[in-house]
């Protein structure tokens, strides 16, 4: 379900209705981070923005909160991000996630990480006219 901007126009609360010197990124306990150490403080905004639209905004939510953080988990580990790992982990046991939803949603991304590990390497070995081990053409009864 999609709502017209019209329908729900910025809050008080909004990313873009922000301080400029509030810092975007959540930080879980009011610990001071270093993540984002080295990206200017607009962009860090944009990230911000970004970030709070897409998690903080239950109303324009499609995706149930469960879902969109087993998603992020199994994009975590693709993208070998050990913090949003750990920290989609948390939101998603504390969503209701069951050990047998997080143990699929991995088994899911270690399968698309093992295609794309196929794929790089068919790839490879097309561009380096390769072949070691030719599929053997099927016998037809």
């Known amino acids: 379900?999609?709502?017209?901007?019209e329908a729900?126009?910025?809050?008080?609360?909004?990313a873009s209705h922000t301080n400029p010197t509030e810092d975007p990124i959540p930080?879980?306990?009011g610990a001071e981070?270093?993540?984002?150490?080295m990206l200017?403080?607009?962009?860090?905004?944009?990230?911000?923005?970004?970030y709070k639209e897409l998690y903080f905004n239950p109303e324009?939510?499609?995706?149930?909160?469960?879902?969109?953080?087993?998603i992020s988990v199994a994009c975590s580990m693709v993208a070998k991000c050990e913090g949003?790992?750990?920290?989609?982990?948390?939101k998603?046991?504390?969503?209701?996630?069951?050990?047998?939803?997080?143990?699929?949603?991995?088994?899911?991304?270690?399968?698309?990480?093992?295609a794309a590990m196929v794929d790089m390497s068919d790839h490879a070995a097309a561009r380096l006219g390769l072949s070691h081990f030719p599929l053997k053409a099927s016998k037809k009864r």
């Open 60 to 70: 324009r939510r499609v995706l149930d909160g469960k879902v969109q953080e087993l």
């Open 92 to 114: 998603a046991l504390a969503l209701g996630a069951t050990k047998e939803e997080l143990s699929e949603t991995i088994s899911i991304a270690i399968a698309i990480n093992a």
């Open 27 to 29: 930080v879980s306990d």
């Open 33 to 37: 981070s270093t993540s984002y150490s």
């Open 8 to 14: 729900n126009p910025p809050r008080d609360s909004d």
């Open 40 to 50: 200017e403080p607009r962009m860090k905004q944009h990230y911000g923005a970004f």
């Open 1 to 5: 379900m999609k709502h017209s901007d």
């Open 84 to 90: 949003c790992l750990d920290g989609h982990i948390k």
